[in-house]
């Protein structure tokens, strides 16, 4: 069922669920933003003293302040209750929302350990995906708070970096002691999902080979129950630490702070993403801009059974019966079932993409994967299965095309009397050569980013050889020696572009080197000069 919050003019019943949403004897407020009074009429004066005026209805219950999102956690007393506590509060000041600390529950319908089947990774093209991408070698972080991940898993301990405890409310950070070593198995399954190891001859394979997994820890409780703050203090945390995209599978994403965090961590440029639950209930009274909120879908497209649905729904990803790393031992993999298995997938799914252009903006991914999904039920966005079913073959495909990566690092220029390294901004270089038939100008660059359509060459000079000459332009990496380019020379800044073959990349290392060779059109003993002023290379949408 969807929780309603206590809102600016509104004051709602609370009921909790037991095994879903309890109470905890704590709240959540948030007073009005200065802005929304400001639109709602209030002047600036009479704003200020508003938010003033709930700052001071708070303070006698106030556990603690959170800045980043400007939240006050507060204490019921003793003889009262969540329900009183809101509605008092609700009506003496003006709060966006009041709402329970609520204790929530890791989402997952466990299943049949033994069946080895990763049908997911095909159902949403994986396969074609990692022939363009895999995120080997990558530093993108994807987190993921929950309980914990098995750190010794043979899957993932090559993934891992530090991470953090946020069980208390607060992170504790795991170089200062914090634990994050799994204490109930649902976050080791998640992390595989998202990024277990690939191509490395064991067990399974996450959405992103070469992605870093970022454990954070919510829960001290072996049973998984964290407050709502643990939860979202450990998205702040991650965010703040590095992490592009976060996951949580975690029941309460209808909470209004799930959205202020999202907002909070939109502007740290981090992808949010939250388990839409496992109650199959329709979730259309609300819509959290700033989240990607994840329903799972089983292996013939159709809703799973138990995945709730609606407005608020983003995306669906496969969450039946998916196979991933387990923490009963360091060689344990197996089943499990829920929107909690669907949302890692998504969440490294969206890193991958992330890592394929990490100029990339979080809004920019987001959209990449919702126009990269399958569409399901009514054409377009609909209110039942959001943009469709996750594809990251296509997520990948849309973001190269509409999100073009900056040019590639140029990594060196080899000459005679260079006068400084060669930059791929607009600059003047005079490269002189004394004499002789000629002399060659080597560029290499180190293309770490995604390469799906072609590569091209983009290249200015102003030559100035007695009796003019010609430019050849050669591969120098991959298959060698082809000659992709000749033109006579110009005394004139002249832009040449040179479309490269993908064989011209060095299979080992990924480089890209080119050899630009001069030759006088007859022997000169004069010296001569060449100026260029950019050469880069840019990739160009399939």
Not at 10 to 36: C, N, T
Not at 501 to 524: H, K, M, R, S
């Amino acid at each position: 069922m969807a929780i309603s919050a206590s809102s600016f003019g509104q004051i709602v019943q609370f009921k909790e669920v037991k095994g879903d949403h309890e109470f905890s004897g704590e709240l959540i407020a948030r007073p009005m933003p200065f802005a929304a009074l400001r639109r709602s009429g209030y002047s600036a004066v009479e704003a200020a003293s508003a938010r003033s005026h709930a700052q001071r209805a708070v303070a006698p219950y106030k556990i603690r302040y959170i800045p980043e999102t400007d939240e006050f956690i507060l204490k019921v007393p003793k003889g009262s209750s969540e329900n009183a506590l809101a509605a008092k509060l609700g009506r003496q000041g003006a709060f966006q929302y009041i709402e329970p600390n609520w204790t929530l529950f890791p989402l997952t319908i466990p299943d049949d350990p033994q069946v080895a089947n990763q049908w997911h990774v095909a159902k949403v093209q994986a396969y074609d995906a990692w022939t363009l991408f895999t995120a080997q070698n990558s530093n993108m972080i994807v987190a993921i708070t929950d309980t914990g991940v098995r750190t010794d898993h043979e899957d993932l301990i090559l993934r891992l970096i530090p991470g953090a405890n946020t069980a208390s409310g607060t992170a504790v950070p795991q170089s200062g002691g914090g634990l994050v070593e799994d204490i109930n198995g649902h976050g080791t399954h998640c992390a595989g999902i998202a990024a277990a190891s690939g191509n490395n001859t064991l067990g399974v394979t996450g959405m992103g080979w070469g992605l870093k997994i970022m454990p954070v820890r919510v829960t001290n409780s072996t049973g998984g129950s964290a407050s709502l703050t643990s939860l979202t203090a450990g998205a702040r945390w991650a965010a703040e630490n590095g992490a592009r995209v976060v996951s949580t599978s975690y029941s309460g994403v209808d909470s209004a702070s799930i959205q202020t965090t999202g907002a909070y961590l939109r502007t740290l440029n981090t992808l949010y993403c939250f388990a839409a639950g496992n109650s199959n209930t329709n979730l259309s009274t609300f819509d959290h801009a700033d989240v990607t909120i994840v329903g799972a879908s089983d292996s013939a497209d159709a809703k799973a059974s138990f995945s709730s649905y609606g407005l608020a729904v983003d995306v669906f990803a496969p969450g039946v019966n998916i196979l991933a790393t387990l923490y009963n031992g360091p060689t344990s993999y197996g089943l499990k079932s829920g929107t909690s298995m669907a949302t890692p997938l998504v969440a490294g799914l969206a890193a991958t993409v992330t890592a394929s252009n990490p100029a990339m903006n979080s809004m920019e991914v987001q959209t990449s994967v919702y126009q990269g999904c399958d569409d399901l039920g009514a054409a377009g966005e609909d209110s039942t299965f959001g943009w469709g079913r996750v594809n990251l073959n296509k997520a990948l495909r849309y973001a190269y095309n509409n999100y073009p990566a900056a040019p590639f690092q140029l990594q060196n220029l080899q000459g005679s009397r260079t006068q400084d390294p060669i930059a791929n901004a607009n600059r003047s270089d005079n490269i002189y050569f004394r004499g002789g038939t000629g002399g060659t100008i080597r560029v290499a660059f180190d293309p770490t980013l995604l390469v799906i359509g072609s590569l091209e060459f983009q290249y200015e000079d102003a030559v100035n050889i007695p009796g003019g000459g010609t430019v050849t332009i050669k591969t120098a990496s991959g298959v060698t020696g082809q000659v992709l380019a000749t033109y006579s020379t110009s005394p004139t800044d002249t832009v040449r572009s040179i479309t490269v073959p993908l064989n011209a990349i060095d299979p080992g290392n990924g480089d890209v080197v080119l050899d630009i060779t001069y030759t006088p059109a007859e022997t000169t003993t004069n010296r001569w000069e060449v100026q260029i002023d950019q050469a880069v290379l840019f990739t160009r949408p399939s």
